[in-house]
């Protein structure tokens, strides 16, 4: 099992920045991907951003230039730094980690954005 335990939401002004943490615990040494996903009222969950072990992260468009997500193994973190927020990034955020056959989910933090 592995827990994954986010913090870092809260309120923001549209262009302002908040950085979102994760960290993991628990079995972690077969998670091989870690990244960030958002859910706002009415819609599907989405990918933010998700980086694979090795390689490099993949961002939504809508995000893209704004977010960067970083990885700090020694710590088992990963955090979002979100920049040049918009109110349309409103949404729980939710971290997620991977291993083969499984995605793990933290509990969710809220960002909102005002105008």
């Known amino acids: 099992q592995v827990q994954l335990v986010e913090s870092g939401g809260g309120l923001a002004q549209a262009g302002g920045s908040l950085r979102l943490s994760c960290a993991a615990s628990?079995?972690?040494?077969?998670?091989?991907?870690m990244g960030w996903y958002r859910q706002a009222p009415g819609k599907q969950r989405e990918l933010v951003a998700r980086?694979?072990?090795?390689?490099?992260?993949n961002y939504s468009d809508s995000v893209k230039g704004r977010f960067t997500l970083s990885r700090d193994n020694a710590k088992n973190t990963v955090y979002l730094q979100m920049n040049s927020l918009k109110p349309e990034d409103t949404a729980v955020y939710y971290c997620?980690?991977?291993?083969?056959?499984?995605?793990?989910w933290g509990q969710g933090t809220q960002v909102t954005v005002s105008s």
């Open positions: 628990g079995s972690i040494v077969d998670i091989n991907a």
């Open positions: 997620a980690a991977d291993e083969v056959g499984r995605r793990y």
């Open positions: 980086n694979t072990r090795g390689t490099s992260t």
